[in-house]
């Protein structure tokens, strides 16, 4: 044997030997790491548990109209069972249901945080401590935009859960939640911090457009009656209040972020509630409208204005539909939580700068931003549907007609500029963009429309295949929609 082989062979069998003296060691070590993480999740347990309280709600069912059965086929709503829904709803009292959710002691004098959602058209709440201890529980203001609600109970030295800079943490850090998920009270499940930021959780169309979506996202598993409980790390700090979930047992939940939810809180604590500063607009990210952004050479990052609302403050300023926001008093905003949070912090009639972006032209203008109110109308799009397929032919499927004082009066017109869409193709790319008879378009790809033959002109030197961007105006709330020809 040669000395190489000797020398390979000697090698071998030290390291052969090394390996067989080392595992039961590092076994032990993997061990006592393993015991050490479990410590860990019992630890915080412990510490947060004391914190979080069961809260369950009283609340009316719905009054339903008895004349309404009569709409019901009798298919689906059978004589007998008729009869028995006419008895129950002529009963009085009506009857009533009961609720569940979580909430996050705040401070020790019984302030408690939990979900708008949970106590909406809450009757009586009664809140339930780790201790056993009831109390009834009034409500000291909540904000719809966030979803945060702050309760109250007459009660002293209980024990406050601990926040976290809810900017400081990290997608891939532990996050533990505690609630009282389908009524069983003080479950602990953990996972990650799956995500930050997350926006367009809540679909436009039913009110998205509108509010703080910079959602925390974790895996952790959530079900209903978590919702106001918290979503602590691996310190038993505070980063999230659990809101909401995608799907039952997804593994997709989502809280609101600790800095938001004290910024709130804070404030409905200190004036009973949340005066919030906003400009009446809708808003969507550029980077996430792929077709608007190929109509917008030269701006990479910014918040495209996609409707303003008649009766906002924004409609006294001079934005429009398509401008493009960059940034807000010298910040620069890139998505349309940044811009919300810019705002919000700003006070109500106090004039802002804003950066802007318009037709290739950019510029500063003044918008003083009022008080949002809940009665305030949401700007409203139609649900998204999955596309058909486009018709044949260079068609965006509508026609339009100079307005008349007949059509003023058949579709109510309150804009008497413009050309009006007075019928729409079935499947055709106005019909997928959600256009409407009645709608009046004031200008194509920046440029005002004023005549049946402008609106010509505009589409012959339009490129439809790459896009055309319209504005419109619809009842009084302006806005704009981008349409393409997409037939081969």
Do not use: C
């Not at 529980?137 to 966030?146: E, F, N, W, Y």
């Not at 939810?261 to 500063?277: H, L, M, N, P, V």
């Amino acid at each position: 044997m040669s000395n190489l082989r000797r020398y390979r062979l000697s090698h071998l069998v030290g390291l052969a030997g090394w390996l067989a003296f080392s595992a039961p060691a590092i076994a032990a070590s993997s061990l006592e790491l393993a015991r050490q993480l479990n410590e860990a999740f019992a630890q915080v347990a412990d510490k947060v548990t004391p914190s979080v309280v069961v809260i369950t709600v009283t609340q009316k069912t719905p009054t339903y109209m008895v004349e309404d059965l009569e709409d019901i086929p009798d298919d689906f709503l059978p004589p007998e069972l008729r009869r028995r829904y006419r008895e129950r709803f002529n009963e009085t009292p009506r009857p009533r249901t009961t609720g569940q959710g979580s909430g996050t002691i705040i401070r020790e004098n019984g302030y408690i945080l939990s979900n708008r959602h949970v106590v909406e058209d809450a009757e009586n709440i009664e809140v339930r401590l780790k201790d056993g201890r009831k109390f009834t529980a009034t409500v000291r203001g909540s904000d719809a935009q966030s979803d945060v609600a702050v309760l109250k109970i007459e009660a002293e030295g209980l024990p406050a859960a601990r926040w976290a800079d809810s900017d400081k943490t990290r997608v891939g850090e532990f996050a533990i939640a505690i609630g009282a998920p389908y009524s069983l009270d003080y479950t602990v499940t953990f996972g990650h911090v799956s995500a930050k930021s997350r926006g367009d959780v809540v679909p436009a169309y039913v009110g998205g457009a509108i509010m703080d979506q910079d959602f925390i996202q974790t895996d952790a598993n959530i079900n209903p009656g978590n919702s106001g409980g918290p979503l602590v790390n691996i310190d038993g700090e505070v980063i999230g209040i659990n809101s909401m979930i995608r799907g039952l047992q997804t593994g997709i939940g989502f809280a609101i972020p600790s800095n938001l939810a004290r910024e709130i809180s804070d404030q409905i604590i200190a004036e009973g509630k949340f005066t919030r500063a906003w400009l009446g607009v809708s808003i969507r990210g550029l980077r996430d409208d792929a077709e608007f952004r190929e109509l917008s050479p030269g701006v990479t990052d910014g918040v495209v204005i996609r409707a303003i609302l008649p009766d906002g403050p924004a409609a006294k300023s001079d934005l429009r539909p398509t401008d493009i926001i960059t940034a807000v008093d010298g910040r620069a905003v890139a998505t349309p939580q940044e811009l919300r949070n810019e705002i919000r912090g700003k006070k109500v009639g106090q004039p802002i700068t804003l950066d802007v972006s318009r037709a290739g032209k950019t510029f500063q203008l003044k918008v003083e931003p009022g008080e949002w109110v809940e009665e305030t109308p949401v700007v409203a799009a139609a649900p998204p549907e999955k596309a058909p397929e486009a018709n044949p032919g260079a068609s965006l499927g509508m026609t339009v007609a100079a307005i008349s004082d007949e059509l003023v009066k058949k579709f109510n017109l309150k804009r008497t500029e413009g050309v009006i869409i007075t019928s729409v193709d079935e499947n055709s790319a106005a019909a997928r963009k959600g256009l409407q008879p009645g709608d009046v378009i004031t200008a194509i790809n920046h440029g005002p429309i004023t005549s049946v033959r402008q609106f010509q002109r505009a589409i012959r030197r339009a490129d439809i295949k790459k896009g055309l961007l319209l504005n419109l105006v619809r009842g009084e709330t302006a806005h704009f929609e981008v349409l393409k020809d997409t037939s081969k």
